[in-house]
C-alpha cells in the first residue's frame, strides 16, 4: 500500500479554518485519497475522499494537487468537535481494506 | 447514513476466559466488514476481511485460531477472542462496506476489552 506522511499534530482556534496537509508522493494512478477522523473513544468516521479533482462535502473539502502527491484536507470554520486525529488514507480502485497511518491529532482551541 | 453497531461496547473478562464481540451494520447489506484492533496512543491494525460466507483473511502476525471470525450473514459479523490474556486488552473497532461500494467503509463505535 502506498505510504502516507502527516504531522503527528496541529493546533487550531475554534472558529478558525483548519488546513491539514498529507503527503503521499508514491501514489499511483488508481489511488483514491481518503480522510477519516477518529474522536477519542470512538471508532472512525469517514470525512471525505477524492481522486483528482478537489471535492467538498457538508464536513469539509479536499484540495489535491495537480500531480496528486499531496492533499489537503480543509475545515472551513473549527469547532471543539472537530478535535480528533485525522487519517489520510490511500486506497487503490476495488482494494479491499484500509491501511491507517499514524494520522494528525488536531486540537481546537476554544 | 449507514449504521454499524457493536456489542458490547466494553467488556471486562477474566484471563482464559472467551469473548465473543459483534458487528452489525443496521441499513444496508455489508459483504466485506473488516476487524481492527487499536493499543492506547497508537493507530488501528487491521487485524482481518471478513466476506459474507467464506473464511476471514487474516493479516500477518494475527493468530486465526486465537481471533474466531464468523461472518454469517450480511449484516453481521463476530469476533471471538479465545482464551483471552491481558496482553489481549485493546479497543476492538469493525467496520462495514456497502454492498456494491468500492470505497467507503462505515465503522463501528469500537469494543473496549479489558482482560483481568
Known amino acids: 500500500d502506498a505510504k502516507t506522511t502527516q504531522p503527528n499534530s496541529m493546533e487550531s482556534n475554534e472558529e478558525e479554518p483548519v488546513h491539514l496537509p498529507c503527503n503521499h508522493s508514491t501514489i499511483s494512478g488508481t489511488d483514491y485519497i481518503h480522510w477519516y477522523r477518529q474522536l477519542p473513544s470512538q471508532g472512525p468516521e469517514y470525512v471525505i475522499h477524492?481522486?483528482?479533482s478537489n471535492v467538498n462535502n457538508r464536513m469539509a473539502s479536499l484540495a489535491i494537487a495537480e500531480d496528486r502527491k499531496s492533499s489537503t484536507l480543509i475545515l472551513h470554520r473549527a469547532t471543539l468537535r472537530d478535535a480528533a486525529v485525522y487519517y489520510c488514507i490511500l486506497n487503490s480502485q476495488g482494494a479491499q481494506k484500509l491501511v491507517f497511518g499514524q494520522g494528525t491529532r488536531l486540537t481546537i482551541n476554544p | 447514513g449507514a449504521v454499524v453497531s457493536q456489542h458490547p461496547s466494553r467488556v471486562i473478562c477474566k484471563s482464559g476466559t472467551s469473548v465473543k464481540i459483534e458487528c452489525r451494520s443496521l441499513d444496508f447489506q455489508a459483504t466485506t466488514m473488516f476487524w481492527y484492533r487499536q493499543f492506547p496512543k497508537q493507530s488501528l491494525m487491521l487485524m482481518a476481511t471478513s466476506n459474507e460466507g467464506s473464511k476471514a483473511t487474516y493479516e500477518q502476525g494475527v493468530e486465526k485460531d486465537k481471533f474466531l471470525i464468523n461472518h454469517a450473514s450480511l449484516t453481521l459479523s463476530t469476533l471471538t477472542v479465545t482464551s483471552a490474556h491481558p496482553e489481549d486488552s485493546s479497543f476492538y473497532i469493525c467496520s462495514a462496506k456497502r454492498q456494491g461500494a468500492r470505497e467507503t467503509q462505515y465503522f463501528g463505535p469500537g469494543t473496549r476489552l479489558l482482560v483481568l
Open positions: 477524492g481522486l483528482t
